[in-house]
């Protein structure tokens, strides 16, 4: 189950072009950061 795999798999369906596939990489990335951060964190957030 790799995740790079599956985006680059996404890609030719979701039909994106290199800017599209930047935003997505961005927005992911963005995604695991902040769970990572959640993570982390002491607390939980509800």
Same mark, same amino acid.
């Given at each position: +189950?790799?995740?790079?795999?599956? @985006?680059? !798999? +996404?890609?030719?369906?979701?039909? @994106?072009? !290199?800017?599209?596939?930047?935003?997505? @990489?961005?927005?992911?990335?963005?995604?695991?950061?902040?769970?990572?951060?959640?993570?982390?964190?002491?607390?939980?957030?509800?």
């Amino acid at each position: +189950m790799n995740e790079w795999s599956m @985006l680059s !798999s +996404m890609v030719p369906e979701m039909g @994106l072009t !290199s800017e599209g596939f930047g935003q997505l @990489l961005f927005r992911f990335a963005r995604v695991k950061l902040q769970a990572l951060s959640l993570a982390r964190s002491p607390w939980i957030v509800a």
